[in-house]
């Protein structure tokens, strides 16, 4: 005969059971799992690849939040304005079905378009996948001649696919305005973040945070920089406008610069990543305008593939003048280094200061490290004055033409 007092015992060891069980489930549901959660009952509004839909807006429109859009493939806004308001859910086609489904899920901004994502503090809006296993989604980008490009209060979930461009992505042009991305968040990158060519970069008011990359496919040479920018752009970057969490893995937190030719002045700040040229030209080659002057301010760290250029890759003087102004501190130096990442004597060339085309009374080296570098070019030949044949540098300084005498840049506590 089981008592009263036992059987209460039983089902207060079942209610236990079951509520710890409850209280599980709950901790380990993500946050996009809720986001799923919350918009199951909401109509849904189908735009890009599929039947009866939108590929391309056909006049301004707006998103709200009491329904979910879901994206299939590409989707354009085409000449006209895609306003998202605040607490809105778009949801993009993920590579699931990559056979038979169109490709991932993206919205570009075209000529004459533009796009205004305008979250709020308290009501975020949510771009991710169809599905939260393992799956992603393109991003947003441009085409040239975009009006506007404002993101505010967003959360990009599993975005930066592959094949796709990046997270966010822009072309190469001096003329649209700078991209605004005002409390931006981006959870579990594939393998691609931003792709930032367009001059005017991120805008001062912007503060991007990005927390990691989950990559279906961890080698490294599958994983891109989490910044590809226009090294005019790179001088918009601040701490405060980008931040990147420890989640994103140590190769990928860099800063590259993606072109040669710099044809304004810029600081580099200190953001924490390094900075990565190939090759860089302080001006870039064929400019034809006022002096160029790159500034780099304490702590940043340079990593070089081949050769940076003070001066033009072809200079010629006034017209075309740089300068580079690398001032560090005894606590802080800035660090001129390889771009490899088990690096050795001769990774990379020089930093090529072309006489006659650099100020000596601007250009200077003060507080800087300089490693890893002074290799000759394959198949070249240089001869120095006493006839010792190949011969590398890491300053190289060449005679102007006529050989006039000419001061060097200025160097002082560098090693």
Known sequence: ????????????????VLTMTVYAQEAAETPLKKVYKSVESLPQKVYGHQINAKAVLDSDETWTPDNVYLVFGPFSTGKFTLTIQAGTVVLFNDDQLRKVSPPHGSLSVEEGGAVKILGTAEKHVVLAPFDAEDLFWDGISTGFGYKEFTIEHTDFYKSGAGAGAGAIATLHSDKEPAVRLKNVTFHELQNKGFRLWNETGLSTDSSVTIFGYTPKVTDPQYQYPVMNVDPVAAGTLTKENFVV????????????????????????????????????QVPGDTYGGPPVTLTLEPGVVMQVGSIIYVGGKTGTGESDMGNIVAVGTKEKPIRFTSAKDQ???????????????????????????IEYGGSVPANAVWHDVDQRGNVGSLIAIMNPPRSEPYDGPQIAHTT
């Not at 005969?1 to 060891?13: D, E, Y």
């Not at 994103?248 to 810029?266: D, E, F, G, W």
């Not at 690096?343 to 800087?368: H, L, N, T």
Request: proline share 6%; with cysteine.
């Open 245 to 280: 969490k420890e989640g994103v893995p140590v190769h990928a937190r860099v800063i590259y610069v993606s072109t040669p030719m710099l044809n304004k002045s810029v600081t580099y700040r200190d953001l924490g990543m390094p900075y990565r040229v190939d090759e860089l």
């Open 1 to 16: 005969m089981v008592s009263l007092r036992a059987i209460g015992l039983g089902l207060l060891f079942v209610f236990a």
């Open 343 to 369: 690096p050795k004597a001769g990774d990379w060339q020089s930093i090529f200061m072309r006489a006659g085309s650099f100020d000596p009374k601007v250009s200077k080296f003060e507080y800087c490290i």
